[in-house]
């Protein structure tokens, strides 16, 4: 059994907040949890932005090919942990 989590950091939110979404629409059946954070200021949201994720088990090639289609994306770097029990 493994858990394998994600984490997604974009530095432009505003720019490619749509294509990240669209990516995580995509390949949104392998996901289990979502968090995603950013920094709030007085009057404006911050640019940058972490989404977290967990995914369901057994899907390593599928984490995989998400990883790197995030990763195609200027502006966002995903990176993952994974942990075997």
Known sequence: MST??????????????????????????????RLGLHESLDKSCSSRGLIILEFIEDNISKIQELQDELNKIDGVTSKTMDFNS
């Open 4 to 33: 394998v989590i994600m984490g997604i950091y974009i530095v432009k939110r505003e720019d490619v907040a749509t294509c990240v979404q669209n990516l995580l629409t995509k390949y949104g059946c392998i996901i289990k949890t």
